[in-house]
């Protein structure tokens, strides 16, 4: 008797993630502002879209249709965009549906310079590691907004120290501020060698620094810069920090982001840039 042939298996038929509410759930149409900071294929036609808001923390929205062209939502879920979003908002969901999307501020369009561009992408990069959940944070926000517009405008050699203020100043307002006025360990009088610990969190006094393993010392100059960084706005950090500077503090704040952020590994986009030639040494506030 001949065998019947056998069928190919079936092709599963991809589902995306459900932000749709089940029957009976209420999803209330919510407006918010922010800055997109990745985004994720989704099937063939739509995208994930990731974005830092003023009024709901780091969100991520489903655009459906986003991939089609020409897209409804235009250059508004490009990264780095500040735009305005209209998306059904449900608390206990990970996904929230988008159903519309304005364009505020196009950064990404203006920025040319590749490392312009790699300096806007290690703040995307720093808020998308560092913050975590749906918990609006205001004062980040305006950070953000702050640190773009300033790479942007700010001249080529003072964007190292701009990204060094943004790191510690996102760092402070998460709770992780670095102590310099004090021995991070036990509150007494700094040693005069100035011991900073990126495991405790601040600089040392003698008795705890003999105990510290992987302590850096610092240089006056370093120190200085350290102080101001996390103290005044970031638009005037080129001209808080020279470039000769930058190499020794920047050691010294990724060590401390790595300690305290579990998923901080460094910023990719830095590490590129250390792979370019050295900007003039010209630095001025962006206004």
Do not use: N
Not at 48 to 74: D, M
């Amino acid at each position: 008797m001949a065998r019947r042939p056998s069928r190919p298996p079936a092709r599963r038929r991809f589902r995306p993630p459900r932000c749709l509410p089940r029957r009976g759930e209420t999803m209330g149409l919510t407006r918010s502002e922010g800055i997109v900071l990745k985004r994720h294929a989704l099937g063939d036609t739509s995208r994930i879209v990731v974005a830092y808001t003023r009024e709901h923390g780091l969100i991520k929205l489903v655009a459906k249709g986003a991939r089609q062209s020409p897209s409804r939502f235009g250059f508004a879920l490009e990264p780095l965009s500040r735009s305005r979003f209209v998306f059904y908002f449900k608390p206990d969901r990970d996904l929230h549906l988008l159903s519309q999307a304005e364009t505020i501020d196009p950064a990404g369009s203006r920025l040319v310079e590749l490392v312009r561009l790699a300096h806007a992408h290690a703040a995307l990069e720093l808020v998308d590691r560092l913050v975590w959940g749906e918990e609006p944070h205001p004062e980040l926000y305006d950070l953000l907004v702050e640190t773009l517009a300033c790479v942007t405008a700010a001249p080529e050699a003072a964007l190292p120290a701009v990204t060094l203020g943004f790191e510690l100043q996102v760092a402070s307002l998460l709770g992780y501020r670095p102590r310099l006025d004090a021995c991070a360990g036990c509150g007494s009088p700094l040693s005069p060698r100035r011991v900073f610990s990126p495991a405790i969190g601040g600089l040392l006094c003698d008795r705890c620094a003999s105990a510290e393993a992987g302590s850096i010392l610092l240089s006056a100059d370093a120190l200085a810069g350290l102080s101001l960084l996390l103290s005044r706005p970031v638009r005037e950090a080129g001209e808080t920090v020279g470039p000769e500077r930058v190499g020794e503090i920047l050691r010294v704040v990724e060590a401390f982001l790595a300690h305290h952020f579990q998923r901080f590994q460094g910023l990719r986009s830095l590490e590129m840039l250390r792979a370019l030639p050295a900007p003039p040494r010209q630095a001025a506030p962006c206004r």
